[in-house]
């Protein structure tokens, strides 16, 4: 156990909608990371975020939103649904950036789009 | 932009065997991370082993061990006394010092341990 919890599970959308999906960072990591992981891929970079700023992003589009709050919680909000944003999705936590580079997964969200 | 390369997509190893997995990564930089990640059927990604790149010596952490090849930028893994815990996905990464917090993953190997 990472101590870093993700919500939902599993999460069925139809194409067009939008998801919200919510990591809780290990107590007193001001970081957090977003991958997607599609099925057989090894994880891709979505964005960072240190005290609720985005620091840093990978080559997702716009419609890839994403928020940290003080209490270590954040989201990744993904708008217009298409089918290849299925995937299994991870957050990661970790100290400030550049500190360290101790990150620690959570269990992921599995998105499915149909 | 740095690339992480896993050519291995399965492999199988007998119980107490030891297999290496291989990795090769592509970088511009000095300085920077490289890791071991295990990725069981439970998802969550588990830290194996970490190798910081001005280090010459390899990592090893009990039975894992890596054998990093600075000027070849190759990174292997070496499983010993394989156990059926190991069965899993496994994954190499880089972290460069643009920001070492954000990892470029490869595309992994799994592996089966076999009884």
């Known amino acids: 156990e990472t101590g870093v919890t993700q919500s939902p599970t599993h999460l069925i959308k139809t194409r067009g909608q939008q998801v919200t999906l919510r990591c809780s960072s290990q107590s007193g990591h001001n970081t957090v990371s977003w991958y997607q992981q599609a099925l057989g891929q090894g994880p891709q970079f979505i964005f960072q975020y240190y005290r609720e700023e985005e620091n840093g992003r990978g080559n997702f589009p716009p419609r890839f939103s994403g928020l940290q709050f003080p209490n270590y919680s954040s989201e990744l909000n993904v708008n217009a649904l298409e089918l290849d944003d299925s995937a299994l999705y991870l957050c990661?936590?970790?100290?400030?950036?550049?500190?360290?580079?101790?990150?620690?997964f959570g269990p992921g969200t599995r998105l499915t789009v149909l | 932009a740095q690339t992480v390369t896993q050519s291995q997509p399965e492999m199988s190893v007998q119980e107490a065997e030891t297999v290496t997995l291989s990795c090769t990564y592509d970088t511009s930089e000095n300085n920077y991370y490289l890791f071991w990640y295990k990725q069981p059927p439970s998802r969550q990604m588990i830290l194996v082993i970490r190798?910081?790149?001005?280090?010459?010596q390899n990592a090893t952490e009990n039975r894992f061990s890596v054998n990093f090849q600075k000027a070849a930028k190759s990174f292997s893994l070496k499983i010993s006394d394989s156990q059926l815990g190991d069965t899993a996905m496994y994954f190499c990464?880089?972290?460069?010092?643009?920001?070492?917090?954000?990892?470029?993953f490869g595309s992994g190997t799994k592996l089966n341990v076999k009884p």
């Open positions: 190798q910081e790149a001005y280090k010459q």
């Open positions: 990661a936590s970790s100290l400030e950036p550049g500190l360290t580079n101790e990150q620690f």
């Open positions: 990464a880089f972290a460069g010092s643009d920001n070492f917090n954000k990892f470029y």
